[in-house]
């Protein structure tokens, strides 16, 4: 069994809550791209739990939870993770996490190369996290620099790094730029070699392992298909495929193998970064929503932009990432702000369009309106939520044409209504 787990929007939708939902009884949870680009809030026994790259099952000590081949690894960010949830009591072992030997290793010369890009595109900036997760994907296609297997393996690590350097260098210099140097990101290496080898191996030999012994596996997605390099927002998009498609390839399983794909999305869009946002509200409104939602990223802490439901975005996610079932979060916000307006429609070049053109910055949204509601306790049943957000939800599944499955009502994992 096999279930995937994407985003619908532009990433933030609470795929970590979902995935942490999820994996109560699996036996394997593979995260599967993007990087520490990607931030994912847990809230389980009375605690928060934020994460950048250990998968949001981490905190359940009984499930393998792994790093697949498809995610760039920033070493001093996973180290530091790993050692603030041990921290916080959670066992990390070699038994219970594993980091593909093949997944790319985000170096110091990619966060400065991530800098410099940004500059270089002066008012066509994509808004990055600086995170350096676009030129180690630059590297991964170029076939150069260090993976995982590397810092087991370090006869050749130097080689590797000072192969990936030779062009970042000469772009520094060119730039005004300091140069960086091979031998510095080589004892940084070898550092977190000492400190994370013990977790590196051969994950697809696990994965077949459980797909070969019918295991329950989850593949955890992260961003959102609104950002996906080829199916997102033009040039304002992660370097990554966090489709449902793109999440199977980085976790190393084939798509026949697939059984349920869930996608996750908040009852109103967030987003982090430049682009378009047809239905953005640059008002009170989108202010109250942003206030109401806690809408600030995990990794940046920068406030995100707010707006209505966009169902023609989301249609098209269901139908790109072949969606079997949605997850619905806060559902309990949006419903705060009386009358509520959701995109179904764009006008675009004079016409009513029900599909995402490529050109998403020159759509206008058509709205219709919806009755608000307020959740004053917590419901365990659909029967128990307010009439207005029952028939909110069953506009979403029709328009969608796809069922709800799970309703977040808060963040906790007590806060899940299954419909």
């Known amino acids: 069994m096999v279930k995937v787990i994407v985003g619908m929007q532009w990433g933030d939708e609470g795929k970590g809550r979902a995935t942490h939902y999820e994996s109560k009884n699996v036996d394997l949870v593979i995260r599967a791209t993007g990087g520490n680009n990607a931030g994912h809030t847990v809230v389980a026994n009375g605690k928060k739990y934020a994460m950048h790259l250990l998968p949001s099952s981490i905190i359940r000590p009984e499930v393998v939870s792994t790093i697949g081949p ?188 697939v059984n349920e794909v869930i996608g996750v999305m908040k009852a109103y869009c967030s987003k982090v970064g430049e682009g378009a946002f047809p239905t953005e509200l640059n008002n009170v409104i989108g202010d109250r929503i942003r206030e109401l939602g806690h809408e600030y990223g995990t990794t940046t802490g920068r406030p995100r932009r707010c707006g209505w439901l966009d169902l023609v975005l989301i249609k098209n996610a269901r139908f790109l990432n072949g969606v079997t079932g949605l997850c619905l979060n806060h559902i309990d916000t949006i419903g705060r702000l009386g009358a509520i307006k959701v995109c179904t429609q764009y006008e675009y070049n004079g016409e009513t369009i029900e599909y995402v053109p490529f050109d998403l910055e020159n759509c206008k949204p058509i709205y219709q309106t919806f009755k608000g509601w307020e959740i004053t306790r917590t419901p365990k049943r659909y029967e128990d939520l307010p009439i207005n957000a029952r028939r909110y939800i069953e506009f979403i599944e029709e328009y969608a044409c796809v069922k709800v499955k799970y309703i977040g009502i808060g963040p906790a994992e007590e806060q899940t209504i299954i419909k």
């Not at 093949?102 to 600086?130: C, F, S, W």
């Not at 393996?153 to 260098?169: C, D, F, G, V, Y």
């Not at 730029?177 to 070898?190: F, L, Q, T, V």
């Open 70 to 257: 498809g995610v760039v690894v920033d070493l001093e960010v996973l180290n530091s993770e790993i050692e603030e949830m041990q921290k916080a009591g959670i066992k990390i072992t070699a038994e219970n996490f594993l980091i593909s030997e093949r997944a790319y290793i985000i170096l110091p010369h990619h966060k400065q190369m991530d800098a410099a890009e940004e500059e270089l595109k002066g008012k066509n900036k994509v808004g990055t996290t600086g995170r350096g997760i676009g030129p180690t994907y630059e590297s991964k296609a170029e076939r150069v620099g260090p993976r995982m297997w590397d810092l087991v393996h370090t006869e050749h690590l130097m080689e590797k790094i000072q192969q990936s350097l030779r062009k970042a260098n000469i772009v520094f210099q060119r730039l005004g730029y300091d140069k960086i140097s091979a031998e510095s990101e080589y004892d940084k290496c070898m550092e977190y070699s000492k400190k994370l080898k013990k977790y590196i191996g051969n994950l697809q030999k696990v994965v077949n392992e459980n797909i070969r012994n019918y295991n329950s596996i989850i593949v955890e997605g992260a961003q959102g298909l609104c950002l996906d390099i080829d199916h997102g927002d033009r040039q304002m998009v992660t370097s990554s495929n966090p489709n449902a498609s793109g999440s199977v390839s980085g976790a190393g399983i084939g798509p026949t193998f």
